[in-house]
């Protein structure tokens, strides 16, 4: 596992959305992880929601079902699939700032519930949920081994988990390790990056069965081109942006330069992204 040199706690996490809430939702939107392009017609829009429905579908998801938002950002997979399946779902994000928003936004959505609670001390009953995913949650999480227990607690026997995460390659050079990988970790708030391997690991290690993974790499970098042309776009008429950058009250402004981080690391396979899909045996 990748680890940044400066140790990245759930209160790093936490300010990292809080401060950069604006700009994350006037650069991308309401759904805060990547887009998946199939065809590559696709509009960002399209593509967010085609990630969601990818998801849906490797779960199985089903007409009232409880289900589990693990960080669950601005509720808006949480309120998609509760639209389009029925079902009931419980979102919780770490950041205060997330969570008043998404409350807002599921005002006329009964189906779905926000909680702000660090998901490695959820407090939620045993064998409760019948489904549960995290998009791009995981990397943020201190403890992965935690992340995966706490899951497979509040699963029913039979429940399936879907994990979106940022992957590292199974065998970084230094090179994409001193330059790519670690400054993305550090900047970007992420306790740690998993490789594939890793993560099948510490789903069976608390108790699943992986049933499936699929890398996603070049289906969903384009997500980030986008978002530095975005963002140059802001920067070049924008004021408050410059100020922001200029800010060294700021403390997540560095978050800037792992945009061409992450572009590149893409590019070069150092980084990965990938869909995990295990099940709570029944038995």
Request: hydrophobic content about 40%; overall charge positive; aromatic content about 10%.
């Amino acid at each position: 596992m990748i680890v940044p040199k400066k140790v990245q706690t759930a209160a790093a996490v936490a300010r990292h959305y809080d401060e950069l809430d604006p700009f994350y939702r006037e650069v991308w939107g309401e759904h805060v992880h990547h887009g998946l392009w199939r065809t590559g017609r696709e509009s960002p829009r399209e593509a967010v929601e085609a990630l969601i429905d990818h998801l849906a579908e490797r779960l199985g998801l089903q007409h009232g079902q409880k289900a589990c938002d693990i960080g669950c950002g601005y509720g808006g997979t949480a309120r998609r699939l509760a639209e389009r399946f029925g079902a009931h779902v419980t979102g919780l994000t770490i950041s205060s700032v997330q969570a008043a928003r998404a409350q807002a936004l599921a005002v006329n959505h009964p189906e779905v519930e926000i909680l702000c609670r660090d998901w490695l001390q959820n407090g939620l009953p045993d064998t409760s949920f019948d489904r549960a995913w995290s998009i791009e949650s995981s990397e943020h999480m201190e403890d992965k081994s935690r992340f995966f227990a706490e899951a497979f607690r509040v699963l029913r026997p039979g429940g399936r988990l879907g994990v979106y995460a940022w992957l590292s390659r199974e065998t970084p050079s230094m090179w994409e390790i001193r330059h790519l990988l670690e400054p993305i970790c550090r900047e970007g708030r992420l306790p740690g990056m998993g490789t594939e391997s890793e993560y099948r690991e510490w789903a069976q290690a608390a108790g699943f069965r992986v049933i499936g993974f699929k890398d996603l790499s070049r289906n969903v970098r384009r997500t980030w081109t986008i978002c530095a042309q975005r963002l140059a776009r802001k920067l070049a008429t924008r004021g408050d942006y410059r100020r922001f950058l200029l800010s060294a009250r700021a403390e997540n402004r560095v978050f800037a330069l792992t945009l061409p981080r992450l572009i590149l690391a893409y590019r070069t396979d150092a980084m990965r992204y990938g869909l995990l899909v295990a099940e709570k045996p029944a038995h």
